[in-house]
DNA sequence: CTGAAAGCGCTTACAG
DNA sequence: CTGAAAGCGCTTACAG
């Protein structure tokens, strides 16, 4: 693969830039050791107790509108930031929640994390976010240990994996939990509120609907799981049973397009297959290319069905049918749960039927 | 688009989990208000002063051994966790940085944060997370406003977009601040370090290479951009240039598969079109699915270059052809950087030779 | 409507 | 090697 280099660079400046100018005309030059305006610079330039700024910064009832307004004026003029620290310190929590997620790049997770983020925001909460990089329990032990601080902030943690179901079980008493899981963890006895989405009732679906186009029997290519079988591969099996039909081994995929291939090529040497559900769209992706490259057509010698219905899939080629699942919903509901807010909502998975799966042949 | 529902739910349990039960057999049964274990009763238990404590915790020397085994047994029998916002209140800031982005789904974005988080933790820092959903100017200022407490922490603007350039320029004075950019951004006058990586150039290689294939002209396909060019339309059009070859007028795309497949479907209809430079892999896999749909052979009929090289590109029909950009690196770099830490290395693009580019047929 | 006091749970000099 | 004091910048009752 042939390559051409272009590098780029990196420029800044030496030094920080200079501390916020001291506002004009003001007697109070004064500053705490920090360098930073204070609430009581703005109270003395304003000349009222430092409550009284407390209170408007606080947006509280009980201060007249004259004085209001002349302290938000100082405010302006002094650029004065309430130190979070302070705040969360004296209130003895902040409106502060963490994720706890095993990665920020594959389309489910991220989605998720959007969903939390634009939830949180609207509550005015901030969010942080730590991902667990090692499935190790230990590891994932440690990183739970040195993050999580129930005296400060909720946490979420987005489960759809090893790493994410140990965090659950390592979590401190004490610490505002809830997380995004399996729809088998989340009917299991645990401590903390969760949401999750119907995977297996979704995967029935799909499987059902390829029998449905006349298959003799759908092959799975599995996502990772911690169990022998996750949901989706539960939901699969089930639909199959039901229909009295040869139940094949699943092949076991990873998250990548690239472990798609792998199995797919498998799957393209087996003369029988003619159906193929992925737990999720990129393995479809690379089931996509493996058939093409056997020389296997989408759909008219074999239908393939994806999971998720990321952005891309409407585009693949033939246009993937897939299982929409809203992550983005699921996300914002997780956070919503975590406090106990009302109206949350239900998180939904559908089939979005496209091209990429189609009747079986006649035989 | 037949649809079936499969409706997910919303688990959980009403209360919280119980708080930490106190450490069997220690007289020190009192506890602050918070309902929290601090400082005081580890010392307590330990038989030590709150500042011996204090020591253990912080790792400095200085603490005979025997007393540090003794407070740090105390500290996992009690379950002690230090209280993060009184660290930071004590310390006068916290090692916490916050990354303002535009999008968290993006493979670019998305990617970026990932290093950056990699980078952080390694440095024992914490990483919030805010989206800047609204591009407006005032918006971001207020969320910039709300967000950014010099007093506490940093912070790293993703700016690839109109929206993290508004952040930067909305930045209060005295905040320790790095930023991801376009090169064109990066060397213009600013207060801040920033990295960047050279689309510009990126750019004109690829149209060079396209050019060097045999192509009369190479068309465009533009993510937005805050400016009416981008540096990759820069270095797109001045290749162009220096080669003394028609420059077409670029077709201004968004950052959706969708926005590139109507830009697709204007430069399918144009017969002269035989090469296209797109600026990212979605705009590049919408364009080859409205060249597929045209009826026009990619590469035989025309060439299709991406910007990116997001995991799936590699997947498509045919393997795109695209420009890799290290984005994972320059996050980690750009954290470093607001760190001061030594070897910040080179964020790196390449042109990855797929089979999405070819030959130009002759004439 | 506004102010004086106490305290949130730590860290940072300063003593000993 | 260990302890007593002061203080980080706020909020939260409590007075007036």
Redesign the pocket.
């Given at each position: 693969m042939p390559s051409m280099d272009v590098t780029g660079h990196i420029s800044g400046l030496g030094e920080d830039a200079p501390h916020h100018a001291a506002a004009s005309g003001a007697s109070s030059e004064r500053r705490?050791?920090?360098g930073?305006v204070?609430?009581?610079d703005v109270a003395r330039a304003a000349g009222?107790?430092?409550?009284?700024v407390?209170?408007v910064?606080?947006d509280q009832?009980?201060?007249?509108p004259a004085?209001r307004d002349s302290v938000r004026d100082w405010i302006d003029r002094l650029g004065?930031r309430?130190?979070q620290a302070?705040?969360a310190?004296?209130?003895?929590h902040t409106r502060a929640v963490t994720v706890l997620t095993s990665n920020t790049t594959l389309y489910g997770y991220a989605a998720t994390l959007q969903g939390i983020e634009e939830a949180a925001r609207a509550s005015g909460f901030s969010v942080g976010i730590r991902v667990l990089d090692s499935p190790e329990p230990a590891d994932v032990k440690a990183t739970v240990e040195r993050e999580v601080d129930p005296?400060v902030g909720s946490v979420i943690v987005i489960a759809f994996d090893v790493a994410g179901v140990h965090a659950l079980r390592s979590m401190p008493p004490g610490v505002a939990l809830a997380a995004a899981v399996e729809a088998s963890e989340a009917t299991r006895r645990h401590p903390y509120p969760c949401v999750w989405v119907d995977d297996r009732t979704a995967a029935a679906e799909a499987t059902k609907y390829l029998l449905g186009l006349g298959h003799q029997t759908v092959h799975y290519v599995a996502i990772p799981y911690l169990t022998q079988v996750s949901d989706r591969a539960a939901g699969w099996r089930t639909a199959l049973r039901e229909a009295g039909v040869r139940v094949p081994r699943a092949v076991r995929g990873g998250w990548t397009p690239q472990s798609g291939y792998e199995a797919g090529r498998k799957l393209a040497a087996d003369e029988r297959v003619t159906a193929v559900l992925c737990g999720n769209d990129d393995l479809a992706l690379g089931v996509l290319r493996a058939m093409r490259e056997a020389g296997r057509d989408v759909p008219s010698d074999v239908s393939v069905v994806g999971f998720d219905d990321a952005p891309q899939s409407e585009f693949y080629a033939p246009a993937l049918t897939t299982v929409r699942l809203d992550f983005v919903g699921l996300g914002r509901d997780c956070f919503r749960l975590l406090h106990a807010q009302e109206e949350p909502s239900h998180a939904t998975a559908r089939l979005i039927v496209r091209a990429s799966a189609g009747p079986a042949r006649r035989r």
């Open positions: 705490s050791k920090t930073a204070s609430i009581r009222v107790s430092y409550q009284t407390s209170r910064i606080n009832a009980g201060v007249k004085t004065f309430p130190n302070a705040r310190l004296a209130r003895g005296a």
